[in-house]
C-alpha cells in the first residue's frame, strides 16, 4: 500500500551533531526519553543559536517558511518538555 499524500522534501542538515544523548541529572531512576529529529534541530540551531531569521533559515534548509515554523514549533515544544519534565532528549542518527 502507498503511503498518501505528498512525498516529504528532503531537508538540509549541514552540520550534524557530535552527541546524542542529553541526559537529566539529579533524576532518580530512568526518566523518560523524546527524540529530537536532525530537522528539528538544524531549525533550532539556525533560528535560536545562529540567530537567524525565517526567511534566511527556510532558504538555507531549502524549504518554505511555513514548513519551517512548523518544525522550529515542534522542535522548541520537545525540548521543553524535556527540560521542565526532565526527560532524556536522544538526537535522531543520519541515516
Known amino acids: 500500500m502507498k503511503p498518501l499524500g505528498r512525498p516529504k522534501k528532503e531537508?538540509?542538515?549541514k552540520n550534524?551533531?557530535?552527541i546524542y544523548y542529553f541526559s537529566p541529572r539529579g533524576k532518580p531512576g530512568r526518566p523518560l526519553e523524546v527524540e529530537l529529529k536532525l530537522e528539528e534541530l538544524?531549525?533550532?540551531?539556525?533560528a535560536d543559536f545562529q540567530r537567524?531569521?525565517?526567511?534566511?533559515?527556510?532558504?538555507f534548509m531549502?524549504?518554505?517558511q511555513q514548513t519551517f515554523s512548523r518544525i522550529l514549533r515542534r522542535a522548541r515544544n520537545i525540548v521543553a518538555d524535556a527540560l521542565i519534565n526532565g526527560k532524556i532528549i536522544r538526537i535522531e542518527k543520519p541515516k
Open 11 to 13: 531537508r538540509i542538515v
Open 16 to 18: 550534524l551533531p557530535k
Open 42 to 46: 538544524e531549525a533550532l540551531r539556525l
Open 52 to 59: 537567524l531569521n525565517q526567511r534566511q533559515a527556510c532558504q
Open 62 to 64: 531549502q524549504i518554505s
